[in-house]
């Protein structure tokens, strides 16, 4: 199993060696890692906390690769790109000059501002936010293609559960989740399953097992999986438990799914 989505020093918001990364996920037993390092331009919460030195970091994870090459243990070198409709035409420039194993499309603020702050509240409540969100995905999804997975489809949860102790209860929220769900399979993207999560005191994947049900349901397979790890400790983190759970139902994006046969299916 490759865990998909992590992060290191060349994050603003990580301190993490790639090596320590690697190393924890070796311990741990799975096969290789795809770093996954932020580029979410325009940020206005703090701004160029999540710019990104895309030579420095493509070049070292080159030579990173070249090192373990002959180790049996697999690694790539992906981005988790913030996605903003405004940007499309930016980020379509920038994937054409760069390429990167994995793009995770993902979205962390909602007219420019990130859930993940206090002050993204002010004057909604935990459901206006949660719809808000999803909105914000949806038109995000429409307006720019070139990602490979939606990643942590649910990321508002995280802080509406922190904030306001309100969990995400699907059926509140079916419409919208659904016309996400159906934008993904039609475009032939992948879900991912972010076990970032547990860390905010979740008990379940982001998005939940609801809504990887509800994609399974509307005829989703495709999906990736990643502990969102900012440090070593976290990377892999409850993979064997949503693994049980969801593995069999699913396939593993077309990069990783060579590793591990047994979810071909
Ligand atoms: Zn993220
Ligand atoms: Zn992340």
């Not at 096969?31 to 906390?49: I, K, M, N, S």
């Not at 895309?54 to 002959?70: F, P, V």
């Not at 995000?140 to 649910?154: A, K, M, V």
């Amino acid at each position: 199993m490759i865990d998909s989505h992590m992060h290191t020093r060349f994050s603003g918001d990580s301190e993490a060696d790639p090596l320590d990364m690697i190393k924890a996920a070796r311990e741990r037993g799975l096969d290789g890692v795809c770093f996954t390092d932020h580029l979410d331009l325009d940020y206005q919460e703090e701004p160029h906390l999540f710019d990104l030195d895309i030579e420095g970091y493509l070049s070292y994870m080159a030579d990173l690769k070249k090192r373990y090459e002959t180790s049996g243990f697999r690694i790539y070198t992906g981005i988790e790109l913030g996605l903003k409709s405004e940007l499309a035409q930016k980020h379509h420039e920038l994937l054409k000059e760069y390429s990167f194993d994995l793009v995770i499309g993902s979205v962390h603020v909602v007219n420019g501002r990130d859930p993940y702050y206090r002050s993204f509240y002010d004057g909604i409540s935990a459901r206006e936010a949660y719809r808000l969100y999803f909105d914000q995905v949806l038109s995000n999804i429409r307006s720019f293609d070139e990602y490979d997975t939606l990643g942590h489809l649910d990321y508002v949860a995280r802080y509406g559960l922190k904030y306001f102790n309100e969990p995400l209860v699907l059926s509140e929220y079916a419409d919208q989740l659904e016309a996400i769900l159906k934008h993904l399979i039609l475009h032939g993207k992948a879900l991912e399953i972010n076990t970032g999560s547990f860390r905010y005191g979740m008990k379940e994947p982001n998005p939940s097992y609801d809504i990887l049900r509800l994609y399974y349901d509307l005829g989703g397979r495709d999906v990736t999986i990643g502990a969102d790890a900012h440090s070593p400790q976290t990377v892999g983190d409850h993979f064997e438990e949503v693994l049980r759970r969801t593995g069999p139902y699913f396939r593993f994006f077309r990069k990783f799914r060579l590793d591990h046969p047994e979810y071909q299916n």
